[in-house]
């Protein structure tokens, strides 16, 4: 049911890890682990080869779900252990809940991957899609509230040259995420909705991402902000495959089974 989302899920997660590893360090404002931390370079190296065998083994289908549960494992992590105690230090800070959403659509993205690939009984394998489809759908409408929020700070980053605007592509990609996030919540027009996502996101890599790196190759910042949005791209493509073999419209669902009962 996965293929090309999960196989870039999977090298993302790599090229997250080799940063790690080659850096000795975590990645930054998405791993926010304390500077004053025992060892610190220790873990993020060792966080680093656990990316990139969780990548590794999600891009094989034959360990695809172990790669899944792996990744899955350390994105909650990161949201547990560094984001939400975060967001109890600064409850009023909208950055503070955008690292949850970011970090969250990654453990959504290892989750489905799990879900399609291990033995699990049907029932149990859907709901866990259809969790995860909502709890995505949530970092999705989250995602679009930081763009309108931080308008300004999102605009800068989008290149001058790029008509109509700045501020016009800071609220277009707003609408966008949440209109995505919508489309999966009430299960209408997934695919389209997804399939514009995935897009949007590979847009930000080219047109943002990417010509930082290019400008300065020895920016650490700007190697994560690249491997991020590619873990962030591979998790929109993993739903986007998903999307192809189950409606996650709840409703749909239950219409389904109480027509079951009802035979």
């Known amino acids: 049911m996965m293929n090309v989302g999960r196989q870039v899920f999977g090298a993302a997660a790599i090229f997250l890890g080799v940063i790690g590893v080659v850096s000795g360090d975590f990645a930054l404002v998405w791993q926010p682990v304390p500077p004053g931390l025992p060892a610190r370079s220790v873990f993020a190296v060792a966080t680093g080869l656990l990316l990139i ?25 990161c949201v547990v252990l560094l984001h939400v105690p975060d967001v109890f230090a600064r409850p009023t800070s909208v950055n503070a809940y955008a690292g ?9 993205g290892g989750v489905l991957v799990y879900a399609a690939y291990g033995r699990l009984e049907e029932m149990l394998r859907r709901r866990l899609i259809h969790a995860a489809l909502i709890a995505y759908a949530v970092c999705l409408l989250m995602f679009g509230f930081v ?23 800071a609220y277009a990609t707003g609408v966008g995420h949440i209109a995505a996030g919508v489309a999966l919540i009430l299960g209408l027009w997934t695919r389209v909705a997804m399939r514009l996502l995935v897009l949007m996101f590979v847009s930000f890599s080219v047109f943002v991402h990417l010509p930082l790196l290019l400008a300065d190759a020895h920016s ?31 409703v749909s669902d239950k219409v389904a089974r109480s027509e079951l009962a009802t035979r």
């Open 220 to 250: 650490h910042l700007s190697w994560v902000m690249n491997a991020m949005n590619l873990c962030l791209t591979g998790a929109a493509w993993v739903v986007l495959d998903q999307t192809a073999s189950l409606n996650p419209s709840f």
């Open 53 to 77: 065998i969780g990548g590794a083994l999600a891009c094989s289908r034959r360990r695809a779900a172990l790669g899944g549960a792996i990744l899955g494992v350390l994105y909650a992590l």
């Open 147 to 169: 763009h309108f929020y931080y308008s300004s700070e999102t605009a800068a980053y989008v290149p001058a040259w790029l008509p109509p605007g700045q501020l016009f592509w």
């Open 100 to 108: 949850v959403a970011e970090q969250l659509s990654l453990v959504c």
